[in-house]
Every structure is written in structure tokens, then in C-alpha cells.
């Protein structure tokens, strides 16, 4: 750093993130010429957790990673158990996954988009986007019983059927959901003021995206046409007729853009899923110990998403490892920070959608020395106690 | 004798003194509020009083009573006495303002340079009230905010300018007066119809730019730089900051009315010396809620600009627009 220079955190805490996390920017007047992020504030332990829990407990845990993508947690840790255990989930069970996964696909981007035009101080349309992902947030407590955390798998399939009425209110909703989904896309097309803020900020090219290994609407955004969907199709999506947009600008203004398409692929599916969806029983009875290891991968509202899960003849997973895709794209957004004002910085921090507290893991990294060490719950307690009595004295 | 001075004494402290001033910038703290919310169909505003209209008060009392909190980095005396005195301007500007009366409680030939003078101060007192607080957002806030006094400072009062030009003066009593008849017939003689529209749409973009509200909001951007030069203030101090910018919006709007909507102006239905008084005051603050109501409007429907795209905007649209307005004025209205 010299004299012209100066640093400050972005966080953890910072109203432009809700989530404690640090991002140390250093700037020349008003731009950017260095960034780092600091992970690890909001280190759960979910992982050691699932442990101790037997596997129907820790699909429960699994939804409590994120509370967004709750869904994709959930289902994904189903899977990789079904995978383990050998069952076969019946169809239509796994047409409802799909229901479920695009609705909370649909919550999530809207989510987004609000938080996005909050970021750059647009709050009208942050209000008026949320109040539209009510009703989806109202569809899903119509089939689950909740609005945030679903409990809608078990291993084997789902716990919540659709009946005519529930399909009804459906299709009515979402028939009323697509005039504004159209209005919010002619917001995002012609307003001059977030293509203003957004166009061009925080461009991430593809060989940047492939270098830190983006996933997600951030990889498609920059020119990488993968989507696990269409191209690892998981339940029963290959029956089914959608697009992956992409787009190969890489800039903020373009990550709007996808993802409002995307919003619009979502509700095709959902529609293909009512129509389609077979009779039959909507679950497997699964029981005892298993033996194995799997891994399943979702295609999360916010990116690929990994389950590894490993049994070794027990009720309780032997080993749990979750990567969230918020972990796989923060490193891209440090990057593109670089060389932009300290307006931009919210905008391209929450251009990913970062999920802070699905991504924290404690690692200790001795840098002089160049060790590092995992440290255990026991340590996180001595740790947390020194530092009490630090603070107290 | 007695008479004068208990009207004196009146006039200073209750109307159209500090507490009728104080009250006007509650109530549109409210109005603001209130307005901003239905537009992004939220309630607003409901609890304190009959549709939440207190909630301005409550809000400076419940700030009032927080604990104040002094950063080590601050400038202790600045830091802790500036705030106090930092709303004083303000209230001295609304005396110029003619509320009752086509003249002001204070009221002299050179009415407008104490008003330029008095926006220009309050910029100053928050420039410095961020950089007295030693942080680095708000260092950032401060500087930001000195960015948009040099950039809207030209066109604001050059969009101030076309009244003058028209009532040939630089009193407020002349400018007012100045608007009274009627246009064409139907449409009163203010200075919003016609040439003067083009300068009262600048004073509007500049009128944001001064308030702070949106899209001129970056001195403050919550997202960006966590409340810039506020972000340091607690409890008594942030609640005259609180009061400050509440005061700063009903000075820049009633200065509004005055200059481009006639002041207190409207028929008189030929009623005598009380009546008119009463008259005046509704019309003055129906214009002034229209012009609330213009602002929130504008800042509720577009996101936060950059600094570097207003510095530029301005330089390169406005300034030249209010001076070529200011330019045709003379030409076709005479100077």
C-alpha cells in the first residue's frame, strides 16, 4: 500500500451484506486496487453435526444449510442417500421434486433480483419484485405446509402429495404470475438507471469464470453452457422441454438478464410438471443400515450444488460433505471487484448470490509457516472462551 | 410596546418560528414516508398518532434517548457540538420564506443571497460532520458529498436565477408579488408555466441532490458506504442530524413554492385582513405538498447514481441547460 492508498472492510458487518462475511478492499480514491475475501464468520459445523444423527434426522439438517435453497440441500442429501441405500423413488415422486425445485428456483431469483436492485439503491422495485415472490412463496406453503424450510423429502420420496384443488390453485397463480414476471423482464430491459449501475460492472470472462470454477447462472452468464439439468439430467428432467440461457457478456447487467430467462424456463417446467405428472404412490419405504458411499449433485437456484455421503453399516452418515456453489463463486467476484468504484462493490458482490452461511468452514491457515489445521469443536470452544474473557477484561 | 414584543416573542418561537418549522418538517418526514411506501405498496408509517403522523417525532425522541457514543478517531469538540448547532441555518432560512404573508418574517432587498448562502453552509456543516467522525465511510460520504455541492451548485442557482430575472430583484416579497395575475386567461402568472418549467425542473434534480434523497442519495448510500457522513452519529447527535435533513426539506421545497409557484399566492375571494392570512397558509401548503409529493415520486422510481455519473451528468447536461435557459429568458422575456 502506499501513501495514495487506503483499506477498509466490507463487513461483517455491512448493510449491503446480510450475511457476515469480510471482503478487505484497498482503494485509490474511489477505485478498487486490491481485494481479498475472508471466509469462516458463520462456521456451523453442520457437517460434524450430521454425525451424530441418524439419516432421517440429518435430511432436516441438510435443509437447514441454506434458507433459501433449502430444497436443494434437502433433496440432494435424499438422493445421495437413495443412492446408498439402493431404492428406486417412485415417478411421481420425483415429478413433485421437480415442482418443488423450480418454485424454489422461481423464490430464489426473485430474491435475488430484489436484493440486486436494493444494492443499487432502487428500492421500489426490490419491494415491488418481493411482493411478487409472495405468491410463489404461497404456492409453496399451499403443497408443504411452510414457506422457507419445505420438510417435503424423506429418503425414498416425498411426504406431501398434490391433489386436483392444490394443482388448480396452481395453474391459476402461476397464470397470474406471468403478466408481472413480463413487467418485471420490461422494468429489467428499460430502466435507465440500472443499466446504468449494472452494464459492464464486474465482468468476469470466460477464462477467469473457468479458472476459479464458477457454477451456476454466474458460469452461464460468462459463456460456460453448463447446466446440470440438461446435462447430467437428474429426476426426471430429461422428459422434460426446457432452455439454459446463456450469455457470454459476464457483466452484472447480464446476469439480470439470464436470470429473469431463467425465471421464465422455470415456469414452463412447472407448467410441463402439472400436465404430466403420473398417479402412483408419491413414496419407497426405506429402513436399517447401509453400507457405501455416494455422491449426488443438484443444480441448485444458485449453482451446482455437492452432497458426498458415506455409511459404514450405520443409521448415522460416517462422513457428510456439502459444497454449497456460493463456495465455488466468491473467489470470481474478488476478482472482478478489481479496478471498479466502491459504488460497484455491493452490486458485484450480490451479482452471485452469495450464500455465505452455507459456504463458512473453519480451516487454519498458519501462512509464515505454511500449515494448516481443521479445527474441532473443542478447539472452537477454547477458542470462543479465551476470547470472552479477552473482551471481558 | 408590550403588544409588539409578545408578538415578537410569537412570531420567533411558534409561527412561523422554530416550533411551527419543526412541526412542518415532521409532518413532511411523515408525508415522505408515508407517500414513498404506497408507492412500493407497503403500509408505511401507522403506529404513532392517526396514520402514523408522530413518527417523525418518535423517532427523534427515540433517537434522543440512545446512548451517544464518541469513536476514538473523532474530533471531540466538533463531534459533539456541530450536530447542535448544525440545524440553526435552516431555521434562520425559513424566516425568509413567505408563508402568511407575501413577505417573509424576515425580509430585505437581498433576500436570495442569504438563502444560496444558507444551502451552502448546510453542505459545508455535513462535510465537516463526516470528516469530524474519523471514520473511513464516512470520510467517503463527506467527500462525496463536497462532489455534489460543486456539481449542482451552478445549476441550482442558476435555476434560482429565472425568478430573479423576472421580478428583477432579490427579494422574496418582489418575486412573489411579481407571480400574481393570470396567464393566458386561466393558468396563474407563476413562474412553473412557460420558460420557467425548464428551470424548475432543474431546481427539482438539484433540490434531490441537495435533500440527499434518491437517486442523488450517494453521500449516504446505505448499501455502498453504510450511511457516509451519518454513519458514525448515535443518540442526541444523530437525532439533530435526524432533524436537520427533515428541516433541509422543507426549506429547499418551500423555497420551491416561493420561487416557482408563487409563494402563498391564490384567489382571495376580496376577504379581509385576517382571512387572507389563513388563506395564504392553505395555499402555501397544498403547493408545498405538491411539490413533496413531485419529489418523492422521482426519488422512489430510480436507483442511486455514481458519483462519477452525476459529476458528469451534471457538468455536461444540467449546467449547460440552466444557462441556456437563463439565456433564452433574457432574450424573450427581457432582463
Redesign the interface.
Known sequence: MNEEQ?S?NIGPQ???LKEPETFRVIVEG?RVVKAEAILGHTHRGIEKMAESRDYNKTLYLAERICGICSFAHNANFARAVEFVADVKVPKRAEFLRVLVAELERLHSHLLWLGVL?????????Y??VW?DRETIMDLLETLTGNRVNYGMNRIGGVRFDLNDEIKKIMRDKIEEFKPRLEKIRDVVLN?K??I??TNGVGRISKDLARKTCVTGPTARSSGIDWDLRRDEPYFIYEQLDFNVPISDRGDVYSKIILRVKELFESIKIIEQVLDLIPSGKIFQDVRGRFEGKAVSRIEAPRGENFHYVEFRKSKNPYRLKVRAPTYANVVSSVEALVGH??????VIVAANDPCFSCTDRTLIIDRDKGRYQIMSARDLRKLSVETTKEVMQ | MIQDIALFLFQTIVFPGVFFIVVLAFGSNWMYRKFYAR????IGPESAGIFGILQGFADYLKTATKEDIIPYGANQVIFKYLPVIAPVPVVVGMFFIPIIDTKGFISSPGDIYAIVFILTIVTTTEIILGWASGS??AL?GSSRSGMQLVSFGIPFIFSMLYAIIKAKSFSLEDIVLSQTGTKLKFLPNWNLFGLGGIAFLIFIICALAELEK??F??PE???????GWTLEYSGRGYAYILLLEDLKMVFVISLGVVLFLGGPLGPTFGLGEPWIAVLYFIYFSLKYFAVLLILTLIS??????????IVFGSWTYLAPLAIASIILTILLEGG
Open positions: 487506503t477498509f455491512h448493510p449491503a474511489e436492485a436494493h444494492e443499487i439503491g432502487f428500492d421500489t422495485f419491494i415491488l411482493n430502466s438507471t440500472i446504468a449501475r468504484h466502491i459504488a460497484d462493490i455491493p | 408507492l412500493q405498496r407497503r473511513k465511510f467517503i434518491p437517486p442519495d450517494t448510500a446505505e448499501t455502498e458506504i453504510a450511511g422512489s422510481s430510480l436507483a442511486r447514481m455514481k458519483i462519477r455519473h
